[in-house]
T-cell receptor
């Protein structure tokens, strides 16, 4: 069965701290896709990144970086020098076959205080 | 690009009433998804369509829920009769190319009293 686990329910940091959000997934498929979405207090779901199972290169986008490790079935998300605007719920998701629905984790609520 | 458009943004209704939620996907996208978000269960897939055809409706809670996609630019999710436990935020999402990400609408917050 396909499953996504975000063990951290809530994280609180102070501005400028680095923070890592964990994501562990389960799937028996050899081809799959992993995603991160951000849900700010306004409620919309914002796409951040998509990774396919054949691409284990880490990715950096500004203050955001993602570490994909198939050996541990993890796709962790790090925010460097966090800012108050990063406060949101972050969801990790798995798509076990292109064109199918995403299976979401329960989300991690990140609170960044000034 | 206007993005995925959902209406209404908020809906308050009384138990037993019929509720219809609407979604306009991004033009050119051929997959459409309905999700429900609650505190207890998180984001759950209700149903999704490919090329207007329902592919997986295993997440639809019960017969009170139905979804249609009469054409590529419109979908509805209907609840009849509504119950207080249906209170949630309902999201519609669409995707284009075979392995493109899902783009979500702003959601409809449903409150059933």
């Amino acid at each position: 069965a396909q499953k996504v686990t975000q063990a951290q329910t809530e994280i609180s940091v102070v501005e400028k701290e680095d923070v890592t959000l964990d994501c562990v997934y389960e799937t028996r498929d050899t081809t799959y896709y992993l995603f991160w979405y951000k849900q700010p207090p306004s409620g919309e779901l914002v796409f951040l990144i998509r990774r396919n199972s054949f691409d284990e290169q880490n990715e950096i986008s500004g203050r955001y970086s993602w570490n994909f490790q198939k050996s541990t079935s993890s796709f962790n998300f790090t925010i460097t020098a966090s800012q108050v605007v990063d406060s949101a719920v972050y969801f990790c998701a798995l798509q076990y076959q292109a064109g199918t629905a995403l299976i979401f984790g329960k989300g991690t609520t990140l609170s960044v205080s000034s | 690009d206007a993005g995925v458009i959902q209406s209404p943004r908020h809906e308050v209704t009384e138990m037993g009433q019929e509720v219809t939620l609407r979604c306009k996907p991004i033009s050119g996208h051929n997959s459409l998804f309905w999700y429900r978000q609650t505190m207890m269960r998180g984001l759950e897939l209700l149903i999704y369509f490919n090329n207007n055809v329902p592919i997986d409706d295993s997440g639809m809670p019960e017969d009170r829920f139905s979804a249609k996609m009469p054409n590529a630019s419109f979908s509805t999710l209907k609840i009849q009769p509504s119950e207080p436990r249906d209170s949630a935020v309902y999201f519609c999402a669409s995707s284009g190319a075979y392995n493109s990400p899902l783009h979500f609408g702003n959601g409809t917050r449903l409150t059933v009293t």
